[in-house]
């Protein structure tokens, strides 16, 4: 299992922690960021309000309140394997940033629902995000 962030009363949290079923034990994992297998690596945000989506031997994060503070939701990629963190470049109508949404996996798309914007508004919209192509779209429902 995989916690990410979160916050205390001290503010947001930015470390990765990783529990062993097998061994029951935690560990703390690395939140390095990698844009590039040459580039530096950064931090990951501090955030709370974000998802974590299980995807293959990676687990997705998506979206959540940064103090950052983005226009737009982003997917990091966590490699369960490596401990490593990498960007998805999406493409796209990439949703507004948002915290307290919800996102499930259904095959190779991500769903995501509401949450709220960095103004602290309502959100009531659905998107989804093909996890083959890297590509946000708008969800029409009724």
């Known amino acids: 299992m ?3 962030g979160g916050e205390t009363g001290h503010g947001l949290l930015d470390d990765v922690q990783v529990l062993d079923f097998e061994k029951f034990s ?6 390095k960021l990698y844009l590039s297998p040459t ?7 501090a955030c709370k309000g974000h998802c974590l989506v299980s995807w293959g ?3 997705l994060l998506i979206g959540g309140r940064t103090d950052q503070g ?14 490593c963190w990498s960007l998805i470049e999406a493409k796209g109508e990439i949703p507004v940033a948002r915290s307290g949404h919800t996102v499930i996996r259904a095959g190779p798309k991500l769903i995501l629902f ?17 996890l083959k192509s890297l590509i946000w779209l708008p969800a029409q429902c009724t």
């Open 2 to 4: 995989v916690v990410v």
């Open 26 to 31: 935690w560990t703390i994992a690395s939140s």
């Open 39 to 45: 580039s530096l690596p950064l931090k990951i945000p």
């Open 57 to 59: 031997k990676k687990a």
């Open 70 to 83: 983005n226009d737009r939701v982003s997917v990091l990629a966590f490699d369960t394997e490596t401990e």
């Open 114 to 130: 509401g949450g709220e914007d960095a103004k602290r508004r309502k959100l009531n919209d659905l998107h989804t995000f093909d």
